[in-house]
């Protein structure tokens, strides 16, 4: 069971807004700095059952001293899009559609476990558009691992942890921890149980392993070391399949972007710096 107290404190959340993509429907957007066209942009892409600012509030600051940062809910998640059915190809064109809203012409796609498959896509899909990638917790197919095991094991104990009471844990400030614990609840329950089912399907089925060696953009892969839902191995994998990626490998789990947001950072931060400064934007 992860302890509680690992997870990352919350402070001042950034806030957004709800937009309108044009033929596809509405979204909640996150915008560091919507002046910034001068700076590179990174669109980061989140998790399994997560809203975007719940995968990526811990470094959402500090990656904001790099470039312009972006985050949105994607379909089905938070307070994401909703349509008739759930799609990773969708989701890819859903950042192609962000991209056009904000007008930037070229970007980096950062994602997290479901959003480094959709960061993929993205390449596969709009590849004109995007200038690098950094795939955190990645695979490129999940053949042999049960579909249920990528949920659960994701971030089921993140769910229990969050669920324990303050005042087990001691050594910790019972009043921040609670405030803590409740807004990451509010987050997760944004989303409905059969969006993650749904969502988990689509994952269960993705398989870029057969182009996945194709991706010509500067990449970075950070690999979660002690991650119990996408094998180490297979992160690995994917890192040499890419022909020039960099690869950084940290010490924690698969849920290590909220419960160990410290350690992840520290693979996190030099991998976007690498795809930055190799980036042509």
């Known amino acids: 069971m992860v302890n509680l107290a690992t997870i990352a404190p919350v402070g001042t959340v950034p806030t957004g807004s709800m937009i309108e993509l044009p033929g596809r429907g509405s979204t909640y ?10 700076r590179p942009t990174m669109i980061l892409l989140h998790s399994l059952t997560c809203t975007g600012i719940l995968t990526w509030y811990p470094v ?20 994401g899009i909703r349509s008739p059915r759930f799609a990773l190809a969708d989701c890819a064109d859903d950042v192609a559609a962000v991209a056009d ?14 959003g480094s498959l959709i960061g993929q896509l993205v390449w596969k899909q ?18 042999g691992v049960r579909r249920e095991r990528i949920f659960m094991d994701a971030f089921g104990r993140a ?5 324990l009471g303050a005042g087990a844990l001691p050594g910790v ?31 269960g089925k993705f398989d ?5 060696g194709d991706i010509d953009v500067p990449t970075s892969v950070v690999v979660t070391a002690r991650d119990r839902a996408i094998k180490p191995e297979r992160q690995r994998w994917l890192a040499r399949q890419i022909a020039g990626a960099s690869s950084y490998e940290v010490d924690c789990g698969h ?13 996190l931060m030099p991998a976007c710096a690498s795809v930055l400064s190799r980036a042509r934007l």
Request: aromatic share 10%; glycine share 8%; proline share 0%.
């Open 208 to 212: 870029s392993s057969a182009w996945v």
């Open 60 to 79: 959402f600051e500090r990656l904001s001293r790099k470039g312009r940062v972006v985050v949105f809910d994607q379909r089905w998640h938070g307070r």
């Open 101 to 114: 809203y904000l007008d930037v012409d070229r970007f980096v796609a950062v994602g997290y476990s479901m």
């Open 159 to 163: 769910v229990g942890a969050l669920n």
């Open 255 to 267: 849920a290590s972007c909220v419960m160990e947001a410290e350690v992840f950072s520290s693979g």
């Open 126 to 143: 709009h590849r004109d558009r995007l200038a690098g990638l950094v795939l955190c917790a990645a695979a490129s197919s999940f053949r």
């Open 29 to 38: 957007l996150i915008d560091s700095d919507d002046s910034a066209s001068d």
């Open 173 to 203: 400030d019972g009043g921040a921890l609670l405030t803590d614990r409740k807004w990451a609840l509010e987050q997760f329950r944004q989303t409905r149980y059969g969006a993650m089912a749904a969502a988990t399907a689509a994952i």
